[in-house]
């Protein structure tokens, strides 16, 4: 009886009466219960097709949530590269007013010729053939460029050095590894032993280090391998590093690091940099897969405060090199007997592991007590340039020790060549990292423009995907701030191209 009130009250109900005439036309004759029956027949299928509707409503109110997200992070974007413009007017203006000045004081005087004290009387003091002597201070510019080429004053005019110091100060303490300097270690190609490299024209020795010691810039390449010469071509530059050295090797090289000089590893360094603020990581624990030079641990041992950083490379041979040859102060080598300042400040916070990094890691996993990371960086390739499949297939022993390997918020970051399936890859490490509401870690991709490589991030946490970028850009403006970066962070992040997952 419920069921034929109910079917009667909707059979009376103008939305849902069926079309008499349209039946009647059709020969369709139905009495007063097939009309109730037909009705609830339409009772069954509407919630199905309601649910459908909710759900492309939903889709729909999601999608314009992700839009207004996406236009929030540009306007963020568009902001921070207009305050940077700002600030780098500012820095120009003020850089040509104190150019300006150096010139009208050139006119009288040369800052370069030391000023002669009252006990002085030797006549050849106050001459202007004194040549400029590196290491002493005498003014402001100077300080940050202690290695400016030595010039006779009578060849050239005597303002030469005060404009040439005073307009690339700036830039010089900003950057000691800009792109600028790319030709004094790119050089013409002329084969050179593999513990020597270019010499630096900016000499910035660190203190501590004894008299006579110098830097040079030292770039690793490594050979093609007769089986995969055909296919891989010729060698190329896998990394660079400006290293200091001293005249006699009493002390093994050491790279300077707060120097990194190719585009990619800046944009890599930013990014988990930036990331572990947005996090608010503590005395973070880092896992770098591939050595390399050890650039980039290297710098991020010494940029991010109380940091613990591991590398794990699988060649003994690329430990090494680093070592001995490239400065990494993290491993062994042999020809040098002293302990420098940072090898010093450094030990027990960077080590190299020499080993397979997935291997490990599956390892380190299954140990209830093993090393729990926040962030874990992938920068390794095979002899044909090629990230192993191991390190980032899904099924994979590395995607599989994520979940443990990494604390409840943490970064997995991956320097990948163009070509590369990083969409398959992040999908991957998404599926791995999916929290308890079914919920996917958000991902970003951000293709460095100068090389086309990808940088690569999958954070463990809430959030969408336009959210973690937004507040990695305003993280690597706080990191900015610190003044431990001398590159421009946050442009390394806004200057890509950004897909997000």
Known sequence: ??????????????????????????????????KQLV?????????????????????????????????????????????????ADEKAAETARIAAEAALKAKTSDPFVPTPSASTSSPSALTGSASYTPGVAQNRAEKYLPALPVIDHQGMGKGWHTLHAAFFAEISRRDPGRRELRCEYSGPGEERPPDTG??????????????????????????????????????????????TCTADGRWLPEADPQVLALNYPKTLAASVAASLVMMDARSPRILVIGLGSGSVPLWLANAVPDSSVDVVELEEAVIRAAGEALGFPAA?????????????????????ICGDGAALAA??????????????????????????????????PLAEALP???????VVAANVPPGFPTEEMLRGFQKRLQGSKAQAAPALALEVPETA?????????????????????????????????????????????????
Not at 63 to 84: F, G, H, S, V
Not at 334 to 352: M, V
Not at 363 to 392: C, F, K, M, Q, S
């Open 363 to 396: 390892e380190w996993a299954a140990d209830p007590h093993g090393p729990r990371y926040d962030a874990v960086i992938i920068d390794a390739y095979d002899a044909l340039n090629r990230v192993p499949r191991p390190l980032w297939d899904e099924a994979g």
């Open 404 to 410: 443990v390997l990494l604390k409840e918020r943490a």
């Open 453 to 501: 490589n990808t940088v690569a991030l999958v954070l463990r946490g809430s959030g969408s995907a336009v959210e973690f970028y937004g507040h990695l850009c305003e993280a690597a403006e706080r990191f900015q701030q610190s003044g431990v970066c001398l590159f421009d962070a946050p442009e390394r992040l806004t200057k890509c191209a950004v897909q997000a997952w």
């Open 198 to 243: 270019y010499r630096a024209s900016e000499q910035q020795v660190p203190p501590g280090w004894p008299t006579g010691s110098f830097q040079e810039w030292r770039s690793l390449a490594f050979e093609s391998a007769p089986e995969t010469a055909k296919e891989r071509g010729p060698p190329f530059i896998q990394s660079v590093s400006k290293v």
């Open 1 to 34: 009886m419920v069921k034929t009130r109910r079917c009667e009250r909707y059979c009376d109900n103008a939305a849902l009466r069926l079309p008499e005439a349209l039946l009647e036309a059709k020969g369709v004759l139905l009495d007063s219960f097939s």
């Open 332 to 352: 062994g080598g042999s020809g040098g007997t002293g302990s420098s300042p940072l090898r010093r400040a450094l030990r027990g916070r960077l080590q190299a």
């Open 39 to 87: 009705v609830m027949l339409l009772l069954e299928f509407l919630p199905q097709q309601n649910q459908t509707t909710m759900e492309m409503l939903r889709q729909q109110s999601l999608t314009m949530q992700q839009n207004q997200q996406m236009c929030a992070a540009m306007l963020r974007r568009m902001n921070l590269e207009e305050k940077r413009r700002n600030e």
